[in-house]
């Protein structure tokens, strides 16, 4: 097999261990493609035989030979003469590895390059020297800024089907440098190239005299390596808290990617929505050395001293740095690659971090057309491609931290029809009626006095999770009745209930609220509930309460104060009137009961409620 | 921290995605250095853990030492390890050189077919039982609705297009073209009833690095990878009639690595041993396209 070398200058003193992956994008044709061809043949990187290969190939076909088909290899590409996905090229400089993305510039496939983009450090841009700036051009200069992507470099291409004129490529530099202002995004340099002649691409051009600066690969060497964001605030979306048991390992470890700021053994922690908190017990490892500290970027798992209710979803933070925003509504930047147009009346998912939540866009505030970057403010949707800036309304609390000043925790994909169609970045957590009841739950919580016994331990004890069940439904379907059956039957199985009728709370409680306007303190009065129940499920009961046609906007107040997994909404009656998504209906009147309350019972042994009996 | 910390957190960060939105999850373990750097993450994520089975797809003409291994491993690290076979396909002969078939039918029936009735759970799988240290059939096996699999971007052409999250359909088929944006850490997680998910945590690493990574865990490793003393060796391990070594000197891994770094097989395909590939006019691509790993 011969296996020799005859690429000698492949042999350098390179630090092999430093890679970066760099992205190259730009309108269709403007010649991504030849641009790293030629980087690849004037390092000598290609494999053996490939350009003949290649060649060989073209001339069959008739088809002069361009370095984009080294790229373009497989077999229906070089049909459509177009990269069709972000294929990825290795090769090195003498400074570090490069593993090169290359984006296609097709319209269609706009959702390959945000995939090849967002994992790159650094981006060229290309433009065409003869056809100048285009709508891609501008829109993948809008979606770099986005994806977060600050290291750019901007090749005006094809500089020999110009005569190589000064003036043609100082007139693209400037235009595309004022788009590029508006942004904030201030571009490494400009290069004069030809992909096709080699000019400036590795070596420097005898045609371009009047140009001094970097070539493409002495500007890709000039890329600093990103830092990981040590100095900024911890943040750790949780991804699980794994308990092994069925192994025999009794570690309760919470587990995540540190994304910004770093963790000591013995830190403060609060997780954010709940704003539940904990002490850094033991920070875990496999096959290596206990830890003391770990920073951004590292995979970790750590114990907790104290046992608290925590799961996916939730942002950690140090209690002594500045907090990770919480909010319900948000305005945010976004770009959408859906077929579908993104629409108001229509309910998404989002998802941040590990986080999930529903969302709707409450308002658009403008519609930015990439195609010459104008704002379009009369339309009431946003297309196939269309980049905006929105307020989303969100069916829960969310976690999150502005795009100013950290951008994983500001960054949010919108899930449409299983797949993910958009993303968009954090600007701004609005207030809603929501945000004076949010603060309270988290200084709730950060002040709640600890009992020795957890809720683990209760739970264990009553061989039950605590749950608030609420019965709702039509006036007259018999939810009383209903709720005291149920009680009696829970009971009777041995499970720690209590029915809390709503009247006895109004003149009880809430016997102040009653005695003014109880329909203007309504708010008041739900959320005195709801902080009622929140005692209840702290003590371990399973809750019953029983409301008249519950509304979306109640349960709200409810999944605010109560861990909305700790709630179960049962529907009672045949006639459905009203906006919550309930987890269980169920048939009112006498002759029903016995099945109801059967069906109840199985709906909390299937959510893990309680135990089969 | 350094490139290969950063590897391994990525890796490990989309295991534990993988396992957090998938109930029927498996590994694809071929035995082989890449799959077993695998393995070896999803005992770093779950701290010394396997959550999952590890499923092989065996095809009856694995190189000998390659099943010892297994079975070992299996053994001493208390894997769950569920085994499926095409025994169709064998019964009927349907192989190569032995049979009827050419290297790419062969291929196909004993790798992809066998690997698509593994995972739906037509097709009979093996589990060891570790408490009687023997292979006995899984009397229910349920269909499979991801696979975590050891691909690398630079092995092979059609490798780089993959996404971390792949969608399969019904078919198992891959439709490159339709593969929907993955960014910001965030993936393909909902789905459609029927779908099925290639998941590839190795996507963004090379064959050094996973020499590297081995030296540095001290993964073991199937003794074929090295030189015995008769100048050759096996850079990528397959079925014995379509494998072949490659000539090396290197008895190490440290010696692999330092083969890798000076460039000796820089101008030769990892796969080059592997004679399906050069019969597939396509490279890798038609057969991975019907779901080849």
Same mark, same amino acid.
């Given at each position: ?613 | ?127 060891? %039982? &570790?408490?009687?240290? /023997? ?7 349920? $269909?499979? @609705? ?80 090295? %030189? &015995?003393?008769?100048? /050759? ?7 014995? $009639?379509? @494998? ?50």
């Amino acid at each position: 097999m011969a296996v020799e070398n005859l690429k000698s200058e492949k042999k350098t003193d390179v630090d092999i261990q430093e890679k970066m992956n760099i992205v190259f994008v730009g309108h269709v044709d403007h010649g991504k493609s030849t641009v790293i061809g030629r980087l690849l043949a004037d390092t000598g990187t290609l494999p053996e035989g490939k350009i003949e290969q290649v060649q060989e190939s073209c001339r069959r076909n008739s088809k002069p030979f361009e370095y984009a088909y080294l790229i373009d290899a497989l077999k229906d590409e070089r049909a459509q003469s177009i990269t069709i996905d972000s294929a990825r090229v290795f090769f090195k400089s003498k400074k570090r590895h490069y593993i090169i993305i290359d984006a296609p510039g097709h319209i269609e496939f706009i959702k390959n390059m945000v995939t090849g983009a967002s994992r790159a450090e650094a981006a060229v841009l290309v433009i065409d020297a003869h056809e100048g700036i285009q709508e891609n051009s501008r829109r993948h200069g809008y979606l770099l800024w986005m994806l977060g992507l600050k290291q750019i470099v901007v090749l005006v291409n094809k500089m020999d089907m110009v005569g190589y004129d000064q003036e043609k490529f100082n007139s693209i530099c400037d235009e595309y440098n004022l788009f590029l202002d508006e942004l904030g995004v201030k571009p490494l340099c400009y290069i004069p190239v030809s992909g096709r002649m080699g000019d400036n691409v590795v070596n420097r051009s005898e045609n371009t005299p009047w140009y001094a600066g970097y070539t493409v690969l002495s500007a890709l060497d000039q890329f600093k390596k990103e830092k990981p964001e040590t100095d900024k605030p911890f943040r750790m979306p949780v991804q699980d808290v794994y308990k092994f048991t069925l192994y025999g390992d009794n570690r309760r470890i919470v587990s995540g990617n540190v994304v910004s700021g770093t963790l000591k053994t013995g830190d403060e922690l609060v997780f954010y929505p709940s704003g539940k908190k904990s002490r850094v017990k033991t920070i875990e490892t496999f096959s290596a050395p206990p830890k003391e500290s770990a920073v951004s970027g590292e995979a970790i798992g750590f114990t907790l001293d104290e046992q608290i209710y925590i799961r996916r979803g939730q942002i950690a933070a140090r209690a002594n740095e500045t907090p990770p925003k919480v909010a319900t509504r948000i305005r945010a930047s976004l770009f959408w690659l859906g077929k579908h147009p993104l629409l108001t009346k229509k309910q998404y998912t989002i998802k941040l971090g590990s986080a999930r939540v529903k969302a709707q866009i409450e308002t658009i505030h403008r519609i930015i057309d990439a195609s010459d970057y104008s704002t379009i403010n009369e339309k009431n949707q946003i297309d196939h491609h269309d980049v905006a800036e929105c307020t989303f309304r969100l069916s829960h609390p969310l976690a999150l931290d502005l795009s100013d000043t950290l951008a994983d925790t500001s960054r949010f994909v919108i899930v449409d029809d299983y797949e993910i169609w958009g993303g968009g970045i954090i600007l701004q957590a609005v207030d809603d009626e929501e945000t004076e009841l949010l603060e309270e739950v988290i200084t709730r919580d950060r002040k709640w006095i600890k009992s020795e016994v957890s809720m683990y331990q209760r739970a264990e004890h009553y061989s039950q999770r605590p749950t608030l069940l609420i019965i709702t439904g039509e006036k007259s379907v018999g939810r009383k009745r209903f709720a005291s059956r149920l009680e009696k039957t829970l009971l009777e199985n041995g499970r720690m209930v209590y029915y809390l009728g709503i009247g006895s709370f109004l003149y009880g409680v809430s016997a102040d609220l009653k005695r003014q306007s109880p329909d203007d303190n309504w708010h008041e009065h739900v959320r005195r509930m709801a902080q009622a129940a929140h005692l209840f499920l702290d003590a371990g009961l399973i809750l019953i309460m029983t409301a008249v046609e519950l509304k979306q906007s109640d349960l709200k107040i409810f999944n605010t104060i109560i861990n909305p997994n700790y709630i179960e909404t049962i529907w009672i009656g045949e006639r459905v009137t009203t906006d919550i998504s309930y987890d269980l209906q169920v048939l009112g009147g006498e002759e029903n009961m016995d099945r109801s309350v059967a069906l109840v019972k199985q709906l909390l042994q299937d959510h893990g409620i309680i135990f089969s009996l | 921290m350094g490139h290969l910390d950063e590897l391994e957190s990525r890796s490990v960060f989309i295991l534990r995605e993988a396992y957090a939105n998938f109930k029927n999850l498996g590994m694809l373990w071929s035995m082989g250095k890449d799959s077993t750097v695998l393995l070896w993450l999803t005992k770093k994520a779950f701290f010394g853990h396997v959550p999952f089975p590890m499923v092989h797809i065996d095809t009856h003409y694995k190189i000998p030492e390659m099943i010892e291994y297994r079975d070992r491993l299996a053994r001493e690290w208390n894997l769950p390890l569920v085994v499926g076979t095409n025994f169709d396909a064998l019964n009927e002969k349907h192989t190569f050189p032995d049979g009827n078939a050419d290297r790419i039918t062969c291929c196909g029936l004993l790798k992809t077919e066998a690997l698509r009735r593994t995972l739906t759970g037509e097709g009979k799988r093996m589990v060891f %039982n &570790h408490d009687t240290n /023997q292979y006995e059939e899984d009397p229910h096996p349920e $269909p499979f @609705t991801a696979v975590i699999v050891g691909a690398r971007a630079d092995e092979e052409g059609s490798r780089s297009k993959e996404r971390y999250f792949s969608p399969r359909d019904k078919q198992n088929e891959w439709n490159i073209g339709e593969q929907p944006p993955e960014f910001w850490n965030q993936y393909k997680t909902d789905f459609k009833a029927g779908t099925n998910v290639r998941i590839h945590p190795l996507l963004d690493w090379t064959e050094i690095n996973i020499w590297e990574y081995i030296a540095q865990e001290d993964i073991p490793t199937v003794s074929l990878y090295y %030189n &015995h003393g008769d100048g /050759q060796r096996y850079r990528s391990l397959g079925c014995y $009639p379509c @494998t072949f070594p490659v000539q090396s000197e290197a008895r190490t891994v440290e010696e692999i690595i330092e083969e890798l770094r000076t460039g000796r097989f820089s101008n030769v395909a990892e796969r080059s041993g592997r004679a399906q590939d050069k019969d597939d006019e396509g490279g890798l691509e038609t057969l991975r396209r019907e779901g080849y790993m």
